[in-house]
T-cell receptor, first 115, second 112 residues
């Protein structure tokens, strides 16, 4: 079945450094790739997403890149701050995304930013 | 972003009883909603797709008779955990999509 692999599982960086989280997906029909941030005991919050017709998207300190040929997509956080510490999940649409498509999630990356 | 509300946030029930969890899209209509289960420090596992006015679609390995899903309106889906057992204790979370998926607050279920 569909699968999303996420690496690393844990990531520790110093404040101000960059953090990169990488994911690969198996379903060639997937065309929507969101990233979520989840703090302990809270719901996942969408932080950025990208569609397969775009190779890169940026929003302030956060950027996402997509290589559809290789089925890779990555999250880049620059100038990390302690409040960036959380669990980050990548996801891929189950098949082609329309309004209301299930997501397949990676296993998550626990990011720790120390000051 | 869109607002998805889930209720209750937490519930404790006795083994053998049933628990109903509600998921509402507050500011948009959702013909499709999704139910996920999350174990501590693990990822979100898709359980089922809830379809308004028709039967839910369950993922492989999820017992449809145990996890009853009803999507009676365009803004409400319910998940009922029937005859709950301690191994059903988990964090259950729903989502609904306009373009992006937005999640409810989640429900922490503890079966004692």
């Amino acid at each position: 079945g569909e699968n999303v692999e996420q690496h690393p599982s844990t990531l520790s960086v110093q404040e101000g450094d960059s953090a990169v989280i990488k994911c690969t997906y198996s379903d060639s029909a997937s065309n929507y790739f969101p990233w979520y941030k989840q703090e302990l005991g809270k719901r996942p919050q969408l932080i950025i997403d990208i569609r397969s017709n775009v190779g890169e998207k940026k929003d302030q300190r956060i950027a996402v890149t997509l290589n559809k040929t290789a089925k890779h997509f990555s999250l880049h956080i620059t100038e990390t701050q302690p409040e960036d510490s959380a669990v980050y999940f990548c996801a891929a649409s189950k098949g082609a995304n329309q309004a209301g498509t299930a997501l397949i999630f990676g296993k998550g990356t626990t990011l720790s930013v120390s000051s | 972003g869109a607002v998805v509300s889930q209720h209750p946030s937490w519930v404790i029930c006795k083994s053998g009883t049933s628990v109903k969890i509600e998921c509402r899209s507050l500011d948009f209509q959702a013909t499709t909603m999704f139910w996920y289960r999350q174990f501590p420090k693990q990822s979100l596992m898709l359980m089922a797709t809830s379809n308004e006015g028709s039967k839910a679609t369950y993922e492989q390995g999820v017992e449809k008779d145990k996890f009853l899903i009803n999507h009676a309106s365009l803004t409400l889906s319910t998940l009922t955990v029937t005859s709950a057992h301690p191994e059903d204790s988990s964090f259950y979370i729903c989502s609904a999509s306009e373009v992006a998926a937005f999640f409810g607050q989640g429900t922490r279920l503890t079966v004692v």
